[in-house]
């Protein structure tokens, strides 16, 4: 019934699910309580009332596993990276062992030089728990990178629902409009990251804006 299920948010996606999915999905499921947040430190919090508009926090340098797809659609592209780390977090790694689920998971993307469409190339990047950082299992997928990203300083905003190009175009011109005219960021890089499974239809995802060096 579980694979039913994503095998259904798949076609959502306009992707097929394999059936050797249904092991990952299985453990993923079982453990889905226990999710390690990537840490950071929060610099500073701008909102009106009670409710914070937007947030600037800092991140230190980690490792993390990464993969790039650029298929036709961006919701395609950050499935088919997942189920390739969902695979490598579940088994197929050198350890040959579960090794806990991080939140969130960054897809970094690109604007186009008219900035009215997302490149196709996508990465996606999935924070090694802090037992790995010093030692990350080797994955067995050729596709999936194990990089060192540097300390990383962002302005982060939160929404809700489905990420497709459509609302992620509509999030980054929103988050201009609120922060004004700057310098202070970068205007072709963004990262979309992914709090729940695509599965929950109203999941937490934030944009973030990169500081300049």
């Given at each position: 019934?579980?694979?039913?299920?994503?095998?259904?948010?798949?076609?959502?996606?306009?992707?097929?699910?394999p059936?050797?999915?249904?092991?990952?999905?299985?453990?993923?499921?079982?453990?889905?309580?226990?999710?390690?947040?990537?840490?950071?430190?929060?610099?500073?919090?701008?909102?009106?009332?009670?409710?914070a508009?937007?947030?600037?926090?800092?991140?230190?340098?980690?490792?993390?596993?990464?993969?790039?797809?650029?298929?036709?659609?961006?919701?395609?592209?950050?499935?088919m990276?997942?189920?390739?780390?969902?695979?490598?977090?579940?088994?197929?790694?050198?350890?040959?062992?579960?090794?806990?689920?991080?939140?969130?998971?960054?897809?970094?993307?690109?604007l186009?030089?008219?900035?009215?469409?997302?490149?196709?190339?996508v990465?996606?990047?999935?924070?090694?728990?802090?037992?790995?950082?010093?030692?990350?299992?080797?994955?067995?997928d050729?596709?999936?990178?194990?990089?060192e990203?540097?300390?990383?300083?962002?302005?982060?905003?939160v929404?809700?629902?489905?990420?497709?190009?459509?609302?992620?175009?509509?999030?980054?011109?929103?988050?201009?409009?609120?922060?004004?005219?700057?310098?202070?960021?970068?205007?072709?890089?963004y990262?979309?990251?992914?709090?729940?499974?695509p599965?929950?239809?109203?999941?937490?995802n934030?944009?973030?804006?990169?500081?300049?060096?």
């Amino acid at each position: 019934r579980l694979f039913a299920h994503w095998e259904a948010v798949a076609s959502t996606h306009r992707v097929n699910l394999p059936r050797d999915m249904a092991g990952p999905i299985a453990q993923m499921a079982r453990h889905s309580q226990a999710r390690e947040p990537v840490p950071y430190v929060s610099l500073s919090q701008h909102g009106k009332c009670e409710e914070a508009a937007y947030e600037e926090r800092r991140y230190p340098a980690g490792k993390w596993a990464c993969v790039t797809m650029g298929e036709p659609m961006y919701e395609q592209s950050i499935s088919m990276s997942f189920m390739k780390l969902m695979r490598y977090i579940c088994k197929e790694n050198s350890v040959g062992c579960y090794l806990g689920m991080t939140v969130p998971v960054l897809n970094e993307i690109h604007l186009t030089k008219e900035g009215t469409e997302l490149e196709r190339d996508v990465l996606t990047a999935y924070y090694l728990p802090g037992e790995f950082q010093q030692n990350p299992p080797v994955p067995m997928d050729p596709e999936i990178h194990i990089i060192e990203r540097a300390p990383l300083r962002v302005i982060t905003r939160v929404f809700y629902g489905m990420t497709t190009e459509e609302t992620i175009l509509r999030e980054i011109s929103l988050f201009w409009e609120l922060l004004g005219s700057t310098d202070m960021v970068l205007r072709e890089t963004y990262i979309v990251a992914s709090y729940e499974n695509p599965s929950i239809p109203q999941r937490r995802n934030e944009i973030w804006f990169i500081c300049q060096a």
